[in-house]
């Protein structure tokens, strides 16, 4: 007899991947006490604890629980192709994690050229910073992610570098240094700095003016690019970016005016990120990719 069932596997996965039975039992549209009596139940079955619970902050697998979610991510892939008719195209689901500020510029027109290719594969996606994202690779919430490699370098994580973006300054149309074709970074220090704040975006930023011998006054701080956008074109700051959307104007539609840096920058590596475990490794993420280095190709060339 088997003692288990596919509901259950469910409501553990799905515990796993939202760190905690109220955000699973959202997101699966059922009561909070079903994903809680499923982990419950497969922890007596299996005799060892799935979750630490974590005052006010959720759960978080412990190592046999790691164990188990692999096994049973890998056995509902399985179930969910035996779902489906066998047919020649790939097809099934992707789970897509891309940095919140390269998304709106790069994700919608790869995915547009995806579904092109493969229309059965279904994507769910999930925005967020870098660290929200690395996490979820690395339990298998993720098949791959779109994001910047700034120090990756984690056991749980493999990445593909795709391009290489150069930081630019951003300034008021109209801006005294904008009639300049490039700046030093020991000049914008002097203006008041409109600085994204994204875990690791924030300090690759920075570490700009400090190779510079420079260090900048902070004026504003927000993790939104188009809010860095805004305010800049409102005259309240100038800034530095690497994302670039294709026109410049900010959502309130004032003008941009957009630099470049002057001296040797480290460029800010766009990379594809994948579990390194293979039991969370997706067939699905190939096409992805594909579709991702040919975006940036394109773009690029």
């Given at each position: 007899m088997i003692?288990?069932?596919?509901?259950?596997l469910e409501y553990f996965v799905a515990a796993a991947r939202h760190g905690g039975a109220a955000r699973a039992a959202?997101?699966?549209?059922?009561?909070?006490?079903?994903?809680?009596?499923?982990?419950?139940?497969?922890?007596?079955?299996?005799?060892?604890?799935?979750?630490?619970?974590?005052?006010?902050?959720?759960?978080?697998l412990t190592a046999a629980g790691a164990a188990r979610h692999r096994e049973a991510h890998a056995l509902l892939t399985q179930a969910q192709a035996l779902e489906s008719p066998r047919s020649p195209e790939l097809a099934?689901?992707?789970?897509?994690?891309?940095?919140?500020?390269?998304?709106?510029?790069w994700l919608p027109s790869i995915l547009a050229q995806l579904r092109a290719s493969h229309p059965a594969v279904e994507v769910q996606l999930h925005e967020g910073d870098t660290e929200t994202l690395t996490r979820m690779l690395e339990r298998g919430a993720l098949d791959v992610a779109l994001l910047y490699d700034l120090g990756l370098a984690r056991p749980g994580v493999?990445?593909?570098?795709?391009?290489?973006?150069?930081?630019?300054a951003l300034l008021p149309w109209g801006h005294r240094l904008a009639a300049h074709g490039?700046?030093?970074?020991?000049?914008?220090?002097?203006e008041p700095l409109v600085l994204i704040n994204l875990p690791h975006s924030r300090e690759y930023f920075l570490s700009l003016f400090r190779q510079?011998?420079?260090?900048?006054?902070?004026?504003?701080?927000?993790?939104?690019?188009?809010?860095?956008?805004?305010?800049?074109?409102n005259g309240l700051?100038?800034?530095?970016?690497?994302?670039?959307?294709?026109?410049?104007?900010?959502?309130?539609?004032?003008?941009?005016?957009?630099?470049?840096?002057?001296?040797p920058l480290a460029a800010q590596a766009v990379a594809l990120a994948y579990p390194a475990a293979e039991s969370f490794r997706s067939a699905l993420?190939?096409?992805?990719?594909?579709?991702?280095?040919?975006?940036?190709?394109?773009?690029?060339?």
């Open positions: 003692h288990l069932n596919l509901r259950q959202e997101s699966m549209n059922v009561s909070q006490p079903s994903i809680s009596k499923a982990i419950a139940d497969l922890e007596s079955l299996w005799g060892e604890p799935l979750f630490v619970r974590l005052h006010a902050r959720g759960l978080a099934g689901l992707l789970r897509v994690g891309c940095l919140s500020t390269l998304a709106p510029r493999t990445i593909e570098p795709v391009a290489g973006l150069v930081p630019y490039s700046l030093a970074l020991a000049t914008l220090a002097r510079a011998g420079v260090a900048p006054v902070v004026a504003y701080e927000t993790t939104s690019l188009e809010m860095v956008r805004s305010l800049v074109a700051g100038v800034s530095l970016l690497t994302t670039r959307p294709v026109h410049d104007r900010s959502q309130d539609g004032k003008r941009i005016a957009c630099r470049r840096l002057r001296g993420a190939a096409p992805f990719a594909a579709a991702v280095h040919q975006g940036f190709a394109a773009a690029q060339g």
